[in-house]
């Protein structure tokens, strides 16, 4: 079992305890017992410890800089909500192919924002330009949020204040279990609460420093008992030996273990695996054992973000698992929705 992360190595930005959260973080880790460096900006940090890249990656994945979110500028976040809400940028995890590792290079490491009002200042004018539509924000673009919001119960304040607001819905994505603060936030409906979920197989291969399905699961189920609207990323699907067997058994848990209301308002979401050349040099350097199949001459190669391609899976073997998942979702869950395929 995958414990709540704890930092080895925390860093503070001067500005940050200017705020009530960045003096409260600090306070805590001094507690802990946690080393605490200052640093003029995130940006200045190098000499992290470690002999190698190798090393020094895996120290920088158990950092955490507690600092401030300069740009308020939010990114757009197709197809799953209209913006994403920017708290914290980084992971504690190790999936091999963890979109993090091409977008955030060379540092690693996890950064908190404290300037949580501010955030949320910004996230209004959003809501405002685009009343009375509704504006979606989603708060794991650019981290596994809930994965260090038992440190900082910004997560919860967000839900909190998006609860109370009437133009704006949360969502959010999350593998990892530890979701217990979250349960008596007054959320009012207008969060999604979403886990990513994969197959035995593939979590116990590629997704190491995570909790574990059964975990997740039983994350979830407290999830829809405490109301939230629930939802499951199925992502990367990967097709390895026995997958169609693997996602079945997958679909074949989560059923047996959700309360009947929650199964109601089920959302999906369904993301095949896909790589980038510069992806893929990262991964090989950062988990040079991975089983994860990365030839390209094997996938498809479509227009990416950017210009830079990305390789996903042939067209038959997209239909299949279009055609197997979603027979899966429709048998064990007929009331439920797939947002989509990508
Ligand atoms: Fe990346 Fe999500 Fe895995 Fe964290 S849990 S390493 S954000 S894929």
């Known amino acids: 079992m995958v414990k709540p992360f704890v930092p080895q190595l925390v860093y503070v930005e001067p500005k940050a305890m200017e705020y009530p959260l960045g003096k409260q973080l600090v306070n805590k880790f001094e507690d802990m017992g946690v080393e605490i460096r200052q640093t003029t900006s995130h940006n200045q940090i190098r000499n992290l410890p470690g002999d190698n890249h190798?090393?020094?990656?895996?120290?920088?994945?158990?950092?955490?800089?507690?600092?401030?979110?300069?740009?308020?500028?939010?990114?757009?976040?197709?197809?799953?909500?209209?913006?994403?809400?920017?708290?914290?940028?980084?992971?504690?995890?190790?999936c091999h192919y963890c979109y993090l590792q091409t977008t955030m290079g060379s540092k690693p490491y996890i950064r908190t924002y404290v300037?949580?009002?501010?955030?949320?200042?910004?996230?209004?004018?959003?809501?405002?330009?685009?009343?009375?539509?509704?504006?979606?924000?989603?708060?794991?673009?650019?981290?596994?949020?809930?994965?260090?919001?038992?440190?900082?119960?910004?997560?919860?304040?967000?839900?909190?204040?998006?609860?109370?607001?009437d133009f704006g819905q949360l969502r959010f994505v999350?593998?990892?279990?530890?979701?217990?603060?979250?349960?008596?936030?007054?959320?009012?409906?207008?969060?999604?609460?979403?886990?990513?979920v994969n197959d035995e197989y593939i979590i116990k291969y590629f997704e190491p420093g995570t909790s574990r399905l059964h975990e997740r699961i039983e994350a979830a189920v407290k999830v829809a008992e405490a109301g939230y609207p629930l939802g499951f990323i199925v992502a990367p699907i990967y097709i390895h030996d026995g997958w169609q067997e693997g996602y079945k058994e997958m679909f074949?848990?989560?059923?047996?273990?959700?309360?009947?209301?929650?199964?109601?308002?089920?959302?999906?979401?369904?993301?095949?695996?896909?790589?980038?050349?510069?992806?893929k040099r990262v991964i090989q350097e950062n988990y040079p054992m991975t089983k994860l199949e990365l030839d390209e001459s094997k996938r498809k190669w479509k227009w990416g973000r950017y210009g830079i391609g990305k390789y996903v899976y042939?067209?038959?073997?997209?239909?299949?698992?279009?055609?197997?998942?979603?027979?899966?979702?429709?048998?064990?869950?007929?009331?439920?929705?797939?947002?989509?395929?990508?």
Request: proline residues 3%; glycine residues 4%.
């Open 314 to 342: 042939q067209n038959e073997q997209q239909e299949d698992i279009k055609d197997t998942l979603g027979g899966y979702i429709n048998t064990y869950f007929p009331d439920a929705k797939i947002e989509y395929f990508t």
């Open 115 to 165: 300037n949580v009002d501010e955030i949320f200042d910004a996230a209004e004018e959003y809501m405002n330009e685009r009343m009375p539509e509704l504006t979606r924000f989603e708060a794991s673009c650019t981290s596994d949020i809930v994965g260090i919001d038992h440190l900082t119960h910004t997560l919860k304040r967000a839900i909190e204040y998006f609860g109370e607001s």
């Open 252 to 279: 074949e848990k989560l059923e047996a273990a959700l309360p009947k209301k929650a199964t109601k308002d089920l959302t999906f979401e369904l993301i095949q695996h896909r790589f980038t050349k510069p992806a």
């Open 54 to 94: 190798f090393q020094k990656y895996r120290t920088a994945k158990s950092t955490l800089v507690v600092g401030l979110r300069k740009t308020l500028k939010f990114d757009t976040s197709k197809p799953s909500a209209e913006y994403a809400i920017p708290f914290a940028t980084g992971c504690m995890g190790h």
């Open 174 to 196: 999350t593998k990892f279990a530890h979701v217990d603060h979250l349960l008596d936030a007054k959320h009012n409906g207008r969060t999604r609460f979403r886990f990513s």
